[in-house]
């Protein structure tokens, strides 16, 4: 069977045990059962219905009529207007089933990047299934469900590390583009949190490992300028009567195998005494550099050479070619001789790099590569180009994100703009460290349920993440792969660490001050966040160690004695650890899952001591234990289980009060946004099945009813003073006309509409002013100012106009008229007649990005009644507009053209770019 057929019988095999989990860790949905949970129903089911009805319309969706008077819809990144995926999957599928399509394809695509990305770090095939199974399959990864855009934006991980691994060690058009691609897709997942970690792992890719020496041995373009080993060899001259060098791949003919003797088996011994009879020192030796050059010159696989390499990426030679170097050494080699036995000792044991043993043995590179020493670069030369290599490799990769971020402009610059007008921008604002991670549940990644009961739901410990279990035996290998893995290991090592304590957030000073003084970490809140990132550079260290389990057991022999030991040690562990956990200051539900620890660990010990001894033994132990990891992680969704999924036929169920609405709804309605202060202790039942019912608390948005409150972040600045204002005074300027509770009716003269079986009620107002109405006195106030006069009862916002700019107005009450002549989501046309020199009043929300004209000339916009808007009118007739064009918008969207177009031309020029000749 060719190498192709296998890694294709491989890629296969791998494929159907991906499909075959995920049906496994969604069972559910094969069931009719959908994610609904908590973001869930509440923001992604609303924004996929508004989206959804904009594409089908042919607008872009700015902007949001429906919440809280109006506000930036694009501009909220979790939004997802810019995200391919998105798009697809609500056109294909709808609003409601397109959350659960999006999720479990995402999950797929986390796991396939992360695997991609521990075959280029040279992990084996079983290793790198275990990396992508941690990350993208794991039971965090399921539970994230109910946080999408996370999910979303950290599912590219995989293939932004690939992209800025490639662009460190083999910089190009290809590598920039694919990184800059990659994480501008994150961005536009909306959760910039995710990207910032993706940057920050990126660039310690390129800090931590020398791009430098990699490049040197990856091909002829690497190394050009050095003779090689070939050359030298052809330099020397040889001795009288010394036959000509005769390569050991001559002798083994055209069709050799040169795989190790680790995967091949026992090897045929005959032609290998054949062949060392047959040649001369010299001839040995030659063979051993042509050999050594061959393989420094062959090309990569496809993603990556396997485990069994060294860590300088080259093959050792196979057991034919050293006991030929054996039985043909001369005895005074000289410099020779070294060369032989360090090929002789990365056979065997890896590299001197994961061997310290060598000590005193280990040959300079010059040697190994049979330069002469007079040539080979001076310490301080070397350490300097090293370190110019890694800056260099940090600069590209910077400047691939950076380029991503251009791209994303038609998206940043509008949450940017947003972020600056809500409520985040206020001095005092300090949630930042909301929802860090508590100690307990960093152990809980390893020990399922070390966290439970938790606090409080704003309190102690973080409900972003309902469950953090990452795998018993994954960890164990996460840990096993930082203290013995290879170099490249080094960013992953230091990403978990990093990212671990930012997540842990206020229970770790230093991190509390980071994202509390640092931007742009304090720009963010949830701290849970970055536990993400640390799970997906625990994913990529589990490769390592399960490689590294794989060389020992080529120096750990099979023991049943050891075996057995280990097999009553861990019934012991399993009797001991209750009664030892009741007596640690651990949580109550730590005992119910502490059992799980010493039983995945002592299954993983029987396996390294029961599998028998051959050659194929380093292979079936990095096979056996991935086996139970997968296994591991599919018990734990089976009792840990924790997404909330919902009934599809409940889901669907149309609203039932809106025949008690009238058609077409002009006013407003107020509904109950805010659910209990802890949800985790409130007594609720059938909420998301009722959600749409009580249009809680975001759901009106499907049924098209523009609403005073919203829920979802950024929130605007001044609705925490007047959006939630709660008085009648307010709910009646921003023209409310129909309340719906959980209860009864807010105010005592509303009238009653339907009552349900729950308690819940409809209600009627009879006094909201409509949405545009026109005043003839205004004055100029001050925020507080103008906010008390809202509030007041006595409603004198009727009569007169609180503004924060323009002129002010004295003229006498008269009637006029304002009769809307077209509305949509980002316009909205009036016919005004003004009796007298008036100021009309629009009851939607006051942002910058507004336009409006009056009669087809510009007019200013002036903020009014505290978060209104108002345009000054002469007095006859009129026809206003108003359209939402925001700056930040078409300077995003430009920039980001530019920075598509400028990527696709440069790759295309590389693309046609003839190649240079051999």
């Known amino acids: 069977m060719t190498a192709r057929r296998t890694e294709a019988r491989k890629a296969g095999l791998a494929i159907v045990g991906l499909v075959a989990m995920l049906a496994f860790a969604y069972s559910p949905v094969l069931r009719g059962e959908l994610l609904a949970g908590r973001d869930v129903f509440r923001v992604f089911f609303p924004d996929s219905a508004f989206l959804l009805e904009s594409l089908r319309a042919g607008e872009l969706p700015l902007w949001t009529p429906y919440l809280r008077l109006g506000q930036p819809f694009a501009a909220t990144l979790y939004s997802q207007v810019f995200y391919p995926p998105r798009w697809v999957a609500v056109l294909v599928s709808g609003p409601i ?5 999006l999720h479990i394809a995402h999950a797929a695509i986390a796991s396939v990047g992360v695997f991609l990305l521990a075959r280029k770090l040279r992990a084996s095939w079983p290793a790198s299934l275990v990396a992508g199974a941690m990350f993208g399959l794991s039971p965090m990864m399921t539970d994230l469900g109910i946080q999408q855009n996370v999910v979303d934006a950290a599912a590219w991980s995989g293939f932004i590390l690939l992209a800025a691994h490639d662009l460190a060690h083999r910089p190009g058009p290809g590598p920039l583009a694919r990184l800059s691609v990659f994480s501008a897709l994150s961005l536009f997942a909306g959760s910039p949190e995710t990207t910032l970690w993706q940057g920050i792992v990126a660039v310690l890719v390129a800090l931590l490992t020398d791009s430098s020496r990699r490049r040197a041995h990856e091909g002829p373009s690497a190394t050009r300028g050095l003779p090689t080993p070939e050359a030298h060899a052809a330099a020397q001259p040889l001795p009288i009567g010394t036959p000509p060098p005769v390569s050991v791949a001559t002798l083994a003919g055209p069709h050799a195998d040169t795989s190790t003797a680790s995967e091949q088996g026992t090897q045929v ?33 496809p993603f990556g050479a396997t485990s069994e390499l060294t860590e300088e990426g080259h093959r050792p030679l196979r057991a034919e070619q050293l006991i030929a170097a054996r039985a043909a050494r001369p005895s005074d080699a000289g410099l020779e001789q070294p060369h032989l036995l360090a090929h002789e000792h990365i056979a065997e044991h890896g590299t001197a790099a994961r061997n310290p043993s060598m000590g005193r043995e280990a040959v300079p590179r010059s040697q190994l590569h049979g330069v002469p020493s007079s040539v080979a670069p001076s310490s301080t030369r070397d350490a300097r180009t090293r370190l110019q290599a890694r800056g260099l490799a940090v600069a590209r990769i910077t400047g691939g994100f950076i380029l991503s971020a251009v791209l994303a402009s038609v998206a940043l610059f509008p949450a940017a703009e947003f972020a600056r007008n809500s409520l985040r921008s206020q001095r005092g604002w300090a949630e930042q460290l909301a929802w860090s991670v508590s100690w307990p549940q960093v152990l809980s990644s390893v020990w399922p349920l070390a966290d439970w009961p938790r606090d409080r739901y704003w309190g102690e410990d973080q409900w972003f993440i309902l469950n953090l279990f990452l795998g018993t035996l994954p960890c164990a290998l996460a840990i096993v792969g930082g203290l013995h893995g290879p170099r ?110 010493p039983f995945a660990l002592g299954l993983a010990t029987l396996i390294l001591f029961l599998l028998p001894w051959s050659f194929a033994r380093p292979r079936r132990v990095r096979h056996g234990l991935a086996a139970l990891a997968v296994l591991e992680l599919a018990a734990a969704h089976s009792l840990l289980g924790i997404p909330k999924y919902t009934p599809w036929d409940s889901l669907r169920q149309p609203f039932s009060l809106r025949t008690l609405l009238p058609q077409p709804f002009q006013g407003r309605i107020s509904a109950d946004i805010e659910g209990p202060e802890d949800p985790t202790r409130a007594v609720v039942t059938n909420t998301i099945e009722r959600s749409l019912d009580r249009l809680m608390p975001n759901r009106f948005v499907e049924e098209r009813l523009p609403a005073l409150e919203g829920y979802g972040a950024p929130e605007p600045v001044r609705s925490d003073r007047f959006h939630l204002a709660g008085e009648r005074s307010v709910y009646d300027l921003a023209g409310v006309t129909h309340y719906l509770r959980q209860g009864p009716p807010p105010f005592d003269d509303l009238e009653l509409l339907h009552r349900a079986e729950d308690g819940t009620t409809l209600s009627r107002s009879r006094t909201a002013l409509p949405r545009a109405f026109l005043v003839q006195r205004a004055r100029v106030v001050t925020d507080d100012e103008a906010l008390e006069a809202v509030l007041d009862a006595d409603q004198p916002f009727r009569e007169i106009a609180f503004l924060a700019s323009g002129e002010p107005l004295e003229r006498p009450d008269c009637e006029g008229s304002v009769r809307p002549s077209s509305s949509g989501a980002q316009h909205l046309a009036l016919d005004v007649r003004a009796c007298d020199d008036s100021y009309l009043i629009v009851s939607d929300s006051y942002y910058p990005g507004w336009r409006a004209t009056v009669d087809g000339k510009d007019a200013p916009i002036h903020r009014a009644d505290h978060s209104l808007r108002a345009v000054r009118l002469s007095r006859g007739e009129h026809h206003v507009r108003f359209d939402y064009t925001p700056l930040s918008f078409r300077a995003g969207l430009l920039l980001s053209l530019l920075g598509w177009a400028g990527l696709g031309f440069v790759w295309l020029r590389a693309r046609r770019r003839p190649v240079a000749p051999a």
């Open 269 to 301: 011994r005959s032609d290998s005494e054949a062949a060392s009879r047959a040649l001369q020192p010299h001839a040995v030796l030659t063979a051993a550099a042509s050999h050594h050059s061959e393989v420094a010159r062959s090309s990569q696989p």
């Open 488 to 597: 490249r290991a080094r960013p992953f090592i230091v990403g978990a660490l990093t990212l671990v304590m930012l997540s842990l957030g206020r229970h770790f000073p230093p991190s509390a001050w980071v994202l509390q003084s640092v931007p742009p970490f304090s720009l963010f809140r949830y701290p849970a966040k970055y536990f993400v990132g640390a799970a997906f550079c625990l994913a990529v260290l589990s490769a390592f160690g399960l490689d590294a389990l794989g060389r020992l057991a080529r120096k750990l022999p099979p023991s049943r004695l050891k075996a057995a030991i280990a097999f009553v040690a861990m019934g012991a562990a399993i009797a001991a650890i209750g009664p030892v956990v009741r007596m640690l200051p651990m949580r109550a539900s730590a005992e119910a899952g502490a059992p799980w620890v």
């Open 97 to 101: 089933v397109s959350m659960t399509v």
